[in-house]
Protein backbone atom coordinates (compact mmCIF):
# COMPACT_ATOMS: atom_id res chain seq x y z
CA UNK A 1 0.00 0.00 0.00
CA UNK A 2 1.72 3.14 -1.00
CA UNK A 3 1.22 5.83 1.85
CA UNK A 4 0.45 9.20 1.07
CA UNK A 5 3.46 12.02 2.75
CA UNK A 6 1.27 15.34 2.29
CA UNK A 7 1.97 17.32 4.92
CA UNK A 8 0.89 21.00 3.97
CA UNK A 9 -1.82 23.08 5.29
CA UNK A 10 -4.09 23.42 2.03
CA UNK A 11 -4.23 19.44 1.82
CA UNK A 12 -6.12 19.48 5.02
CA UNK A 13 -8.44 22.48 3.90
CA UNK A 14 -11.97 23.33 3.46
CA UNK A 15 -11.75 26.64 0.89
CA UNK A 16 -14.44 29.42 0.42
CA UNK A 17 -14.33 31.45 -2.81
CA UNK A 18 -15.66 35.17 -2.63
CA UNK A 19 -15.74 37.51 -5.60
CA UNK A 20 -15.16 40.74 -3.81
CA UNK A 21 -16.57 43.00 -5.89
CA UNK A 22 -19.60 41.24 -6.17
CA UNK A 23 -20.15 40.11 -3.15
CA UNK A 24 -19.77 43.86 -1.74
CA UNK A 25 -22.13 45.23 -4.09
CA UNK A 26 -19.48 47.26 -5.30
CA UNK A 27 -20.27 49.50 -8.56
CA UNK A 28 -19.65 48.21 -11.38
CA UNK A 29 -16.73 50.89 -12.85
CA UNK A 30 -14.44 52.61 -10.78
CA UNK A 31 -14.15 56.18 -11.35
CA UNK A 32 -10.66 56.32 -9.58
CA UNK A 33 -11.68 59.55 -7.52
CA UNK A 34 -14.08 58.64 -4.93
CA UNK A 35 -13.25 58.41 -1.53
CA UNK A 36 -12.30 54.78 -0.23
CA UNK A 37 -15.97 52.69 0.87
CA UNK A 38 -14.99 50.14 3.21
CA UNK A 39 -17.19 47.48 1.76
CA UNK A 40 -14.73 44.82 2.47
CA UNK A 41 -15.65 44.47 6.08
CA UNK A 42 -19.07 43.37 5.04
CA UNK A 43 -17.11 39.78 5.27
CA UNK A 44 -16.86 39.89 8.95
CA UNK A 45 -20.46 39.19 8.97
CA UNK A 46 -19.76 35.90 7.69
CA UNK A 47 -16.92 34.75 9.33
CA UNK A 48 -19.19 33.00 12.13
CA UNK A 49 -21.32 31.07 8.91
CA UNK A 50 -17.36 29.89 7.56
CA UNK A 51 -16.65 28.38 10.74
CA UNK A 52 -19.99 26.59 10.92
CA UNK A 53 -19.39 25.42 7.67
CA UNK A 54 -15.96 24.19 8.55
CA UNK A 55 -13.74 26.38 6.43
CA UNK A 56 -10.51 27.18 7.14
CA UNK A 57 -8.85 28.47 4.13
CA UNK A 58 -10.83 31.51 2.11
CA UNK A 59 -10.29 32.87 -1.29
CA UNK A 60 -10.88 36.00 -2.25
CA UNK A 61 -11.11 37.19 -5.90
CA UNK A 62 -9.53 40.30 -7.59
CA UNK A 63 -9.01 42.70 -4.95
CA UNK A 64 -6.68 45.25 -6.08
CA UNK A 65 -7.41 48.98 -7.72
CA UNK A 66 -8.63 48.02 -11.25
CA UNK A 67 -10.98 49.64 -13.54
CA UNK A 68 -14.19 47.22 -13.80
CA UNK A 69 -14.15 43.71 -12.33
CA UNK A 70 -11.11 43.36 -11.39
CA UNK A 71 -9.01 41.56 -13.66
CA UNK A 72 -8.28 45.07 -14.79
CA UNK A 73 -5.51 46.53 -12.38
CA UNK A 74 -4.61 49.57 -12.81
CA UNK A 75 -2.25 49.36 -9.38
CA UNK A 76 -0.99 46.01 -7.71
CA UNK A 77 0.29 47.91 -4.40
CA UNK A 78 -3.95 49.35 -3.66
CA UNK A 79 -6.76 47.65 -2.34
CA UNK A 80 -10.01 48.67 -4.69
CA UNK A 81 -11.15 52.07 -3.32
CA UNK A 82 -14.27 50.48 -3.95
CA UNK A 83 -13.20 48.04 -1.13
CA UNK A 84 -11.34 50.35 1.05
CA UNK A 85 -7.66 51.09 1.94
CA UNK A 86 -4.70 48.30 2.65
CA UNK A 87 -5.63 48.59 6.35
CA UNK A 88 -8.73 47.45 5.28
CA UNK A 89 -7.11 44.03 4.00
CA UNK A 90 -4.00 43.89 6.55
CA UNK A 91 -7.35 43.88 9.25
CA UNK A 92 -9.32 41.63 7.94
CA UNK A 93 -6.41 39.11 7.15
CA UNK A 94 -5.46 39.31 10.98
CA UNK A 95 -9.57 38.52 12.25
CA UNK A 96 -9.32 35.67 9.88
CA UNK A 97 -5.75 33.95 11.13
CA UNK A 98 -7.22 34.87 14.80
CA UNK A 99 -10.23 32.56 13.77
CA UNK A 100 -7.91 29.77 12.31
CA UNK A 101 -8.79 30.93 8.61
CA UNK A 102 -5.88 31.34 6.15
CA UNK A 103 -6.13 33.77 3.55
CA UNK A 104 -5.72 33.11 -0.83
CA UNK A 105 -6.05 36.31 -2.88
CA UNK A 106 -5.81 36.16 -6.61
CA UNK A 107 -2.56 36.94 -8.26
CA UNK A 108 -3.18 38.76 -11.80
CA UNK A 109 -0.01 38.54 -13.94
CA UNK A 110 -0.86 37.96 -17.29
CA UNK A 111 -2.56 41.36 -18.28
CA UNK A 112 -3.67 44.42 -16.67
CA UNK A 113 -5.94 46.79 -17.60
CA UNK A 114 -5.81 49.78 -19.87
CA UNK A 115 -5.97 52.10 -16.56
CA UNK A 116 -2.39 50.91 -15.42
CA UNK A 117 0.12 53.41 -15.00
CA UNK A 118 2.42 51.91 -16.97
CA UNK A 119 0.13 51.78 -19.61
CA UNK A 120 -1.29 55.22 -19.60
CA UNK A 121 2.68 56.79 -19.42
CA UNK A 122 2.89 54.27 -23.14
CA UNK A 123 -0.83 56.27 -24.11
CA UNK A 124 0.58 59.97 -23.40
CA UNK A 125 4.69 59.38 -24.18
CA UNK A 126 4.54 57.00 -27.21
CA UNK A 127 7.65 56.33 -28.59
CA UNK A 128 9.38 58.07 -25.82
CA UNK A 129 7.61 56.12 -22.79
CA UNK A 130 10.18 53.90 -20.24
CA UNK A 131 7.55 51.16 -20.54
CA UNK A 132 6.75 50.54 -24.37
CA UNK A 133 8.34 46.93 -23.29
CA UNK A 134 6.32 46.29 -20.49
CA UNK A 135 3.85 45.08 -22.56
CA UNK A 136 3.71 41.90 -25.05
CA UNK A 137 3.07 43.05 -29.20
CA UNK A 138 3.34 46.70 -28.73
CA UNK A 139 3.65 48.29 -32.26
CA UNK A 140 3.58 52.21 -33.72
CA UNK A 141 2.88 51.13 -36.51
CA UNK A 142 -0.60 49.76 -36.29
CA UNK A 143 -3.54 50.76 -34.58
CA UNK A 144 -5.52 48.79 -31.56
CA UNK A 145 -9.26 48.52 -31.40
CA UNK A 146 -9.25 51.70 -29.53
CA UNK A 147 -7.73 53.49 -32.09
CA UNK A 148 -4.37 53.96 -30.02
CA UNK A 149 -1.71 55.44 -32.19
CA UNK A 150 -0.19 51.78 -31.07
CA UNK A 151 -1.57 48.18 -31.44
CA UNK A 152 -0.11 45.14 -28.57
CA UNK A 153 -2.20 42.17 -27.63
CA UNK A 154 -4.76 41.45 -25.78
CA UNK A 155 -5.75 38.54 -23.51
CA UNK A 156 -7.77 36.25 -25.45
CA UNK A 157 -9.10 38.69 -27.86
CA UNK A 158 -10.42 41.43 -25.17
CA UNK A 159 -8.18 45.10 -25.85
CA UNK A 160 -9.38 46.01 -22.18
CA UNK A 161 -6.99 43.24 -20.79
CA UNK A 162 -3.22 44.29 -22.25
CA UNK A 163 -0.80 41.46 -21.69
CA UNK A 164 1.97 42.19 -20.15
CA UNK A 165 5.48 41.25 -21.58
CA UNK A 166 6.85 38.36 -18.26
CA UNK A 167 10.11 37.81 -20.24
CA UNK A 168 10.91 41.63 -19.16
CA UNK A 169 12.77 41.77 -16.43
CA UNK A 170 11.52 44.91 -14.75
CA UNK A 171 7.99 43.62 -15.40
CA UNK A 172 8.62 40.58 -13.36
CA UNK A 173 10.84 42.34 -10.53
CA UNK A 174 7.67 44.88 -10.20
CA UNK A 175 5.67 42.33 -10.09
CA UNK A 176 7.05 40.24 -7.35
CA UNK A 177 7.20 43.64 -5.32
CA UNK A 178 3.73 43.80 -5.27
CA UNK A 179 3.64 40.01 -3.85
CA UNK A 180 6.73 40.82 -1.83
CA UNK A 181 3.86 43.61 -0.24
CA UNK A 182 1.13 40.80 -0.12
CA UNK A 183 2.90 38.77 1.98
CA UNK A 184 4.52 41.05 4.37
CA UNK A 185 1.67 43.81 4.80
CA UNK A 186 -1.59 41.36 4.28
CA UNK A 187 -0.13 37.82 5.73
CA UNK A 188 -1.37 36.08 2.87
CA UNK A 189 -1.22 32.42 2.57
CA UNK A 190 -0.85 31.77 -0.72
CA UNK A 191 -1.99 33.21 -4.50
CA UNK A 192 -4.64 31.45 -7.00
CA UNK A 193 -2.90 32.78 -10.71
CA UNK A 194 -5.07 33.78 -13.04
CA UNK A 195 -4.88 32.25 -16.63
CA UNK A 196 -2.33 30.28 -14.93
CA UNK A 197 -1.77 28.29 -18.30
CA UNK A 198 -1.29 31.44 -20.48
CA UNK A 199 1.96 32.44 -17.67
CA UNK A 200 5.29 32.01 -19.20
CA UNK A 201 6.77 29.00 -17.10
CA UNK A 202 9.75 30.15 -16.47
CA UNK A 203 7.92 33.53 -14.60
CA UNK A 204 6.33 30.65 -12.70
CA UNK A 205 9.66 28.89 -11.34
CA UNK A 206 11.01 32.59 -10.11
CA UNK A 207 7.49 33.26 -8.56
CA UNK A 208 7.46 30.18 -6.48
CA UNK A 209 11.14 30.63 -5.26
CA UNK A 210 10.62 33.78 -4.29
CA UNK A 211 7.22 32.68 -2.73
CA UNK A 212 8.77 30.02 -0.99
CA UNK A 213 11.91 32.14 0.13
CA UNK A 214 9.83 34.23 2.18
CA UNK A 215 7.40 31.61 3.65
CA UNK A 216 8.29 28.23 2.71
CA UNK A 217 4.56 26.87 3.50
CA UNK A 218 3.16 29.60 0.81
CA UNK A 219 0.61 28.12 -1.56
CA UNK A 220 0.10 28.62 -5.20
CA UNK A 221 -2.46 27.25 -7.23
CA UNK A 222 -3.25 28.04 -11.02
CA UNK A 223 -6.26 28.70 -12.90
CA UNK A 224 -5.70 25.98 -15.49
CA UNK A 225 -8.58 24.66 -17.81
CA UNK A 226 -7.15 22.29 -20.63
CA UNK A 227 -3.43 20.59 -20.80
CA UNK A 228 -2.00 18.33 -19.07
CA UNK A 229 -1.77 19.41 -15.10
CA UNK A 230 1.72 18.07 -14.45
CA UNK A 231 3.02 20.59 -16.77
CA UNK A 232 2.38 23.10 -13.86
CA UNK A 233 1.77 21.20 -10.38
CA UNK A 234 5.66 20.25 -9.78
CA UNK A 235 7.94 21.05 -7.82
CA UNK A 236 9.61 23.94 -9.30
CA UNK A 237 6.07 25.33 -10.38
CA UNK A 238 2.69 25.22 -8.44
CA UNK A 239 1.34 23.02 -5.89
CA UNK A 240 -1.92 22.85 -7.50
CA UNK A 241 -4.21 23.93 -10.20
CA UNK A 242 -8.33 23.98 -10.84
CA UNK A 243 -9.58 20.77 -11.81
CA UNK A 244 -12.01 21.93 -14.29
CA UNK A 245 -12.15 17.98 -16.08
CA UNK A 246 -13.56 16.58 -12.55
CA UNK A 247 -15.31 19.89 -12.32
CA UNK A 248 -17.17 19.14 -15.77
CA UNK A 249 -17.58 15.44 -14.47
CA UNK A 250 -18.82 16.39 -11.09
CA UNK A 251 -22.46 17.90 -12.68
CA UNK A 252 -22.82 16.35 -15.81
CA UNK A 253 -22.49 12.66 -14.07
CA UNK A 254 -25.94 13.82 -12.67
CA UNK A 255 -27.42 16.04 -14.89
CA UNK A 256 -27.10 13.67 -17.75
CA UNK A 257 -27.97 10.19 -14.98
CA UNK A 258 -24.14 8.76 -16.35
CA UNK A 259 -21.75 7.96 -13.18
CA UNK A 260 -19.60 6.04 -15.72
CA UNK A 261 -18.63 9.93 -16.95
CA UNK A 262 -17.28 10.57 -13.67
CA UNK A 263 -15.71 7.28 -12.99
CA UNK A 264 -13.75 7.44 -15.87
CA UNK A 265 -12.54 10.91 -14.97
CA UNK A 266 -12.00 10.01 -11.32
CA UNK A 267 -10.01 6.38 -12.81
CA UNK A 268 -7.72 8.25 -15.29
CA UNK A 269 -7.08 10.97 -13.00
CA UNK A 270 -6.50 9.45 -9.42
CA UNK A 271 -6.67 5.51 -9.99
CA UNK A 272 -3.77 3.32 -9.74
CA UNK A 273 -2.81 4.10 -13.17
CA UNK A 274 -3.88 7.58 -12.79
CA UNK A 275 -2.00 10.58 -14.29
CA UNK A 276 -2.11 12.92 -11.12
CA UNK A 277 -2.72 10.10 -8.23
CA UNK A 278 0.47 11.45 -6.18
CA UNK A 279 -1.25 15.59 -7.22
CA UNK A 280 -3.39 17.42 -4.56
CA UNK A 281 -6.17 19.11 -7.44
CA UNK A 282 -8.26 22.27 -6.15
CA UNK A 283 -11.41 20.70 -6.60
CA UNK A 284 -15.18 22.75 -6.93
CA UNK A 285 -18.40 22.58 -7.89
CA UNK A 286 -18.79 26.11 -9.64
CA UNK A 287 -17.22 29.41 -9.64
CA UNK A 288 -17.41 33.21 -10.93
CA UNK A 289 -16.86 32.02 -14.23
CA UNK A 290 -18.80 29.38 -14.52
CA UNK A 291 -22.84 28.69 -14.41
CA UNK A 292 -23.64 27.91 -10.84
CA UNK A 293 -23.90 24.62 -9.77
CA UNK A 294 -27.36 24.55 -9.09
CA UNK A 295 -28.52 25.93 -12.80
CA UNK A 296 -26.67 22.62 -14.08
CA UNK A 297 -28.86 20.18 -12.74
CA UNK A 298 -32.13 18.83 -14.38
CA UNK A 299 -33.12 17.50 -10.43
CA UNK A 300 -31.66 20.30 -7.94
CA UNK A 301 -31.81 17.59 -5.25
CA UNK A 302 -29.06 15.92 -7.22
CA UNK A 303 -27.31 18.98 -4.87
CA UNK A 304 -26.84 16.37 -2.49
CA UNK A 305 -25.05 13.40 -4.10
CA UNK A 306 -22.76 15.99 -5.93
CA UNK A 307 -21.45 17.76 -2.61
CA UNK A 308 -20.73 14.16 -0.95
CA UNK A 309 -18.88 12.92 -4.09
CA UNK A 310 -16.91 16.59 -4.28
CA UNK A 311 -15.79 16.42 -0.41
CA UNK A 312 -14.80 12.50 -0.77
CA UNK A 313 -13.32 12.23 -3.89
CA UNK A 314 -9.61 13.49 -4.05
CA UNK A 315 -9.03 16.77 -4.03
CA UNK A 316 -8.57 20.07 -1.92
CA UNK A 317 -13.02 21.50 -1.64
CA UNK A 318 -13.90 24.80 -2.30
CA UNK A 319 -17.22 26.46 -2.14
CA UNK A 320 -17.99 29.07 -3.89
CA UNK A 321 -19.91 31.79 -1.83
CA UNK A 322 -23.60 31.32 -1.95
CA UNK A 323 -23.76 28.02 -3.62
CA UNK A 324 -24.14 26.06 -0.37
CA UNK A 325 -28.07 26.99 -0.45
CA UNK A 326 -27.97 25.86 -4.13
CA UNK A 327 -28.66 29.83 -5.31
CA UNK A 328 -28.99 29.88 -9.09
CA UNK A 329 -27.36 31.98 -12.04
CA UNK A 330 -26.48 31.61 -15.10
CA UNK A 331 -23.93 33.67 -17.09
CA UNK A 332 -24.79 35.47 -20.78
CA UNK A 333 -22.85 36.29 -23.74
CA UNK A 334 -22.31 39.65 -22.45
CA UNK A 335 -22.07 39.43 -18.43
CA UNK A 336 -20.99 37.04 -15.50
CA UNK A 337 -23.20 39.73 -13.37
CA UNK A 338 -25.30 36.69 -12.43
CA UNK A 339 -22.78 34.31 -10.88
CA UNK A 340 -21.20 37.48 -9.04
CA UNK A 341 -24.43 39.11 -6.96
CA UNK A 342 -24.20 40.96 -3.83
CA UNK A 343 -25.27 38.50 -1.33
CA UNK A 344 -27.16 39.28 2.56
CA UNK A 345 -26.41 36.45 4.87
CA UNK A 346 -29.86 36.65 6.53
CA UNK A 347 -31.69 36.68 3.17
CA UNK A 348 -29.83 33.85 1.27
CA UNK A 349 -29.49 31.12 4.37
CA UNK A 350 -33.94 31.71 5.30
CA UNK A 351 -34.65 32.09 1.33
CA UNK A 352 -32.87 29.86 -0.54
CA UNK A 353 -34.64 27.05 -2.12
CA UNK A 354 -32.02 24.34 -0.45
CA UNK A 355 -31.51 26.11 3.34
CA UNK A 356 -30.98 22.24 4.52
CA UNK A 357 -28.00 21.91 1.83
CA UNK A 358 -25.30 24.26 3.83
CA UNK A 359 -25.62 21.83 7.01
CA UNK A 360 -25.24 19.07 4.80
CA UNK A 361 -21.82 20.65 3.52
CA UNK A 362 -20.96 20.87 7.18
CA UNK A 363 -21.23 17.87 8.14
CA UNK A 364 -19.77 16.40 5.07
CA UNK A 365 -16.78 18.94 5.87
CA UNK A 366 -15.86 17.57 9.58
CA UNK A 367 -16.20 13.73 8.15
CA UNK A 368 -13.51 15.23 5.83
CA UNK A 369 -11.38 16.89 7.96
CA UNK A 370 -11.09 13.96 11.02
CA UNK A 371 -10.46 11.11 7.91
CA UNK A 372 -7.22 10.83 6.88
CA UNK A 373 -8.26 8.79 3.68
CA UNK A 374 -10.53 11.48 2.23
CA UNK A 375 -7.60 13.61 2.37
CA UNK A 376 -4.69 11.48 1.67
CA UNK A 377 -6.14 8.50 0.29
CA UNK A 378 -5.51 6.37 -2.52
CA UNK A 379 -8.78 5.84 -4.90
CA UNK A 380 -10.50 2.92 -5.79
CA UNK A 381 -13.48 2.03 -7.53
CA UNK A 382 -15.61 0.13 -6.51
CA UNK A 383 -19.09 0.08 -8.06
CA UNK A 384 -20.80 2.11 -11.32
CA UNK A 385 -23.97 2.51 -12.24
CA UNK A 386 -26.06 5.07 -14.07
CA UNK A 387 -26.94 6.55 -11.11
CA UNK A 388 -25.07 4.38 -8.38
CA UNK A 389 -21.84 4.88 -7.51
CA UNK A 390 -18.97 3.45 -5.05
CA UNK A 391 -15.14 3.91 -4.24
CA UNK A 392 -12.92 3.40 -1.46
CA UNK A 393 -9.97 5.93 -0.29
CA UNK A 394 -7.17 4.38 1.61
CA UNK A 395 -4.31 4.55 3.64
CA UNK A 396 -2.37 2.58 5.46
CA UNK A 397 -4.50 2.90 9.05
CA UNK A 398 -8.00 3.82 7.61
CA UNK A 399 -10.06 2.88 4.89
CA UNK A 400 -13.23 4.77 4.32
CA UNK A 401 -16.15 3.48 1.25
CA UNK A 402 -18.04 5.72 -0.17
CA UNK A 403 -21.56 5.00 -1.72
CA UNK A 404 -23.63 7.70 -3.55
CA UNK A 405 -27.32 7.03 -5.11
CA UNK A 406 -28.68 9.66 -7.66
CA UNK A 407 -31.91 7.60 -7.90
CA UNK A 408 -35.38 8.88 -6.43
CA UNK A 409 -35.65 5.61 -4.73
CA UNK A 410 -33.91 3.60 -1.99
CA UNK A 411 -30.73 1.53 -3.79
CA UNK A 412 -29.06 -1.61 -1.84
CA UNK A 413 -25.36 -2.09 -2.81
CA UNK A 414 -23.10 -4.64 -2.65
CA UNK A 415 -19.69 -4.19 -2.10
CA UNK A 416 -16.04 -5.93 -1.80
CA UNK A 417 -13.95 -4.51 0.54
CA UNK A 418 -10.82 -3.60 -0.13
CA UNK A 419 -8.78 -4.55 3.13
CA UNK A 420 -9.21 -8.19 4.71
CA UNK A 421 -9.77 -8.91 8.40
CA UNK A 422 -12.16 -6.43 9.27
CA UNK A 423 -15.28 -7.05 10.23
CA UNK A 424 -18.12 -4.14 9.92
CA UNK A 425 -18.63 -0.83 7.98
CA UNK A 426 -19.50 1.97 10.35
CA UNK A 427 -21.27 4.97 8.45
CA UNK A 428 -20.26 8.47 9.42
CA UNK A 429 -22.88 10.06 7.68
CA UNK A 430 -26.19 8.54 9.07
CA UNK A 431 -26.22 8.45 12.66
CA UNK A 432 -23.20 5.52 13.43
CA UNK A 433 -25.41 2.65 11.11
CA UNK A 434 -23.52 -0.45 10.38
CA UNK A 435 -23.06 -3.45 7.96
CA UNK A 436 -21.43 -6.48 8.69
CA UNK A 437 -18.76 -7.87 6.54
CA UNK A 438 -18.54 -11.67 5.31
CA UNK A 439 -16.41 -13.05 3.15
CA UNK A 440 -14.53 -9.59 2.55
CA UNK A 441 -18.25 -8.22 1.14
CA UNK A 442 -20.71 -6.53 2.51
CA UNK A 443 -24.00 -6.02 2.02
CA UNK A 444 -25.46 -1.61 2.34
CA UNK A 445 -29.32 -2.51 2.60
CA UNK A 446 -30.09 0.90 1.36
CA UNK A 447 -28.80 4.30 0.25
CA UNK A 448 -31.46 6.40 0.50
CA UNK A 449 -32.31 8.56 -2.48
CA UNK A 450 -30.07 11.94 -4.01
CA UNK A 451 -28.01 10.75 -0.54
CA UNK A 452 -24.63 9.06 0.40
CA UNK A 453 -23.15 6.75 3.31
CA UNK A 454 -19.60 7.41 3.88
CA UNK A 455 -18.29 4.29 5.55
CA UNK A 456 -15.24 3.63 7.54
CA UNK A 457 -14.06 -0.07 7.85
CA UNK A 458 -13.27 -1.59 11.20
Known amino acids: M ?217 WLMGEVIHGDYRKWVNPETLDSVTNYVGYKGLYSSHADKNYFE ?32 ASQLKNPVHLYPLYCLLFTVPGIPSIYYGSEWGIEGKRTSRSDQALRPRLDLYEVSHNSPHRDLSGAISRLAHIRRHSEALRYGNYRQLLVKPEQFSFARQTQEECVIVAVNAADKPVPFELAIPVTGRKQLIDLLNQGDRFPVHGGKARIHAVNPCWARIMIVK
Do not use: M
Not at 169 to 188: C, G, N, P, T
Not at 189 to 202: F, Q
Not at 272 to 293: C, P
Open 2 to 218: RRYHLTHWAYDSVFYHIYPLGFCGAPPENDFSSPADHRLELIYDWLEHLRNLGVNALYLGPLFESSSHGYDTADYFRLDRRLGINKSLSDLSSILHQKGIRLILDGVFNHVGRDFWAFRDVLERREQSAYGDWFKGLNFHKRSPYNDPFSYEGWNGHYNLVKLNLSNSSVKDYLLQAVDLWIREFDIDGLRLDVADCLDLTFLKELSAFCKNLRTDF
Open 262 to 293: LAYTLNRQFGEEGLYRNLSLYAFADNHDVNRV
